[in-house]
T-cell receptor, first 114, second 115 residues
Framework: DAGVTQSPTHLIKTRGQQVTLRCSPKSGHDTVSWYQQALGQGPQFIFQ???????QRGNFPDRFSGHQFPNYSSELNVNALLLGDSALYLC?????????????FGPGTRLTVL | AQSVAQPEDQVNVAEGNPLTVKCTYSVSGNPYLFWYVQYPNRGLQFLLK??????LVKGSYGFEAEFNKSQTSFHLKKPSALVSDSALYFCAVRDMDNQGGKLIFGQGTELSVKP
């Protein structure tokens, strides 16, 4: 079992550009959540996808959008990048309807905006 | 609204000594609580969770946590610290107001274990 995988590992962009991050969930999981972890802070929930729909959203602007594919993998898109978007982006997978189960996290994508 | 707080930014412990990393929570119902560990430039690894039942929960790598409802705390503990335990530790609560159950994290505590 490969667990949760994310790509790319690192990414450097300039202000105003757009970026796409990718995530494959753990085998058997159907729900993908995205978190942003700024330096020195705890992860902040961005949104969650289940059945190819956004089910829950945190306090992030519309510049942040996502998608889930039929194979449960997911993408996070960020438009019009700002310096403040520099962070570690974490993907977590879980099984919907199992709130007592832990979420499994990927290694993250480190985004640097210059 | 649900929240967790980790009152200590950093905890320093000598190897072989017991360690405690503190966490307090605020929830409207029964809490589902989790501890995760993060090593440099890595994702989060699950350590343990409290859902219901015994207030002392045992997890990975010799860690345990004590749930205290009256003090609304969920402190992480280990009887004998190792240098390899040095990492960033996060307490989290599951948001049960929504079906998806997002995790709400504390700000993290950096644990440093010196030889």
């Amino acid at each position: 079992d490969a667990g949760v995988t994310q790509s790319p590992t690192h990414l450097i962009k300039t202000r105003g550009q757009q970026v796409t991050l990718r995530c494959s969930p753990k085998s058997g999981h159907d729900t993908v959540s995205w978190y942003q972890q700024a330096l020195g802070q705890g992860p902040q929930f961005i949104f969650q996808y289940y059945e190819e729909e956004e089910r829950q959203r945190g306090n992030f602007p519309d510049r942040f959008s996502g998608h889930q594919f039929p194979n449960y993998s997911s993408e996070l898109n960020v438009n019009a990048l700002l310096l403040g978007d520099s962070a570690l982006y974490l993907c977590a997978s879980s099984l919907m309807g199992q709130p007592t189960d832990e979420q499994f996290f990927g290694p993250g994508t480190r985004l640097t905006v210059l | 609204a649900q929240s967790v707080a980790q009152p200590e930014d950093q905890v320093n412990v000598a190897e072989g000594n017991p360690l405690t990393v503190k966490c307090t929570y605020s929830v409207s119902g029964n809490p589902y609580l989790f501890w995760y560990v993060q090593y440099p430039n890595r994702g989060l690894q699950f350590l343990l969770k409290y859902i219901t039942g015994d207030n002392l929960v045992k997890g990975s790598y010799g860690f345990e946590a004590e749930f205290n409802k009256s003090q609304t705390s969920f402190h992480l503990k280990k009887p004998s610290a190792l240098v390899s335990d040095s990492a960033l530790y996060f307490c989290a609560v599951r948001d049960m107001d929504n079906q998806g159950g997002k995790l709400i994290f504390g700000q993290g505590t950096e644990l440093s274990v010196k030889p």
